[in-house]
């Protein structure tokens, strides 16, 4: 079974905090993907990485940074929290580029305020 | 970039009705596209996806339609059962460069026993 798992499942910060959130995967797939879900608008992509220190901006990608160091971690940063990053942040891994299956992670529930 | 429009935003059926949610693209060259289910608080799962090359695709009670030349697919659930219940995403992929697939916003299946 593929697991990605995501370090948190819940945060609360304040406005202008630094907020890191974690996914790890562990079938040892290139290409990994950070979604933000909020009611009404479906999953939107935020940043996208298709190997080891490679990434590439998604949809929404203002207010967000993304690191990979590693093939197996993706960590999705937030430099400045502000309310209206208040969301679900969900994870992903998929072995193909641009067709497949996307594992998803459980998701990271934030809230700013 | 692509875009995905998916109706209806919510669908609330008796059980053994039949459901079926419908999605259009924008960008010809989309070759991908799968459905994603997602139950209340659980991640988002693959149940069916199809490429373009196939008009039409069954597993048990669902399918997936596509018509190329509308640029539409749908999904199809027959005899829905409660635990059907949860959002239904499309999504649509093209094939170029480092392409993701970019989701409808959901549409929320309500199956009433």
């Known amino acids: 079974d593929v697991k990605v798992t995501q370090s948190s499942r819940y945060l609360v910060k304040r406005t202008g905090e630094k907020v890191f959130l974690e996914c790890v995967q562990d079938?040892?797939?290139?290409?990994m993907f950070w979604y933000r879900q909020d009611p009404g608008l479906g999953l939107r992509l935020i940043y996208f990485?298709?190997?080891?220190?490679?990434?590439e901006k998604g949809d929404i990608p203002e207010g967000y940074s993304v690191s990979r160091e590693k093939k197996e971690r993706f960590s999705l940063i937030l430099e400045s929290a502000s309310t209206n990053q208040t969301s679900m942040y969900l994870c992903?891994?998929?072995?193909?580029?641009?067709?497949?299956?996307?594992?998803f992670g459980e998701g990271s529930r934030l809230t700013v305020l | 970039g692509e875009n995905v429009e998916q109706h209806p935003s919510t669908l609330s059926v008796q059980e053994g009705d039949s459901a079926v949610i419908k999605c259009t693209y924008s960008?010809?060259?989309?070759?991908?596209f799968p459905w994603y289910k997602q139950e209340l608080g659980k991640r988002p799962q693959l149940i069916i996806d199809?490429?373009?090359?196939?008009g039409e695709k069954k597993d048990q009670r669902i399918a997936v339609t596509l018509n190329k030349t509308a640029k539409h697919f749908s999904l199809h659930i027959t005899e829905t059962q409660p635990e059907d219940s949860a959002v239904y995403f499309c999504?649509?992929?093209?094939?170029?460069?480092?392409?993701?697939?970019?989701f409808g916003k959901g549409t929320m299946l309500l199956v009433s026993p």
């Open positions: 960008d010809s060259a989309s070759n991908y």
């Open positions: 992903a891994s998929r072995e193909g580029l641009w067709a497949g299956e996307l594992f």
């Open positions: 199809i490429r373009s090359n196939v």
């Open positions: 999504a649509a992929s093209p094939p170029t460069g480092y392409s993701t697939l970019t």
């Open positions: 079938m040892d797939h290139e290409n």
């Open positions: 990485s298709y190997d080891v220190k490679m990434k």
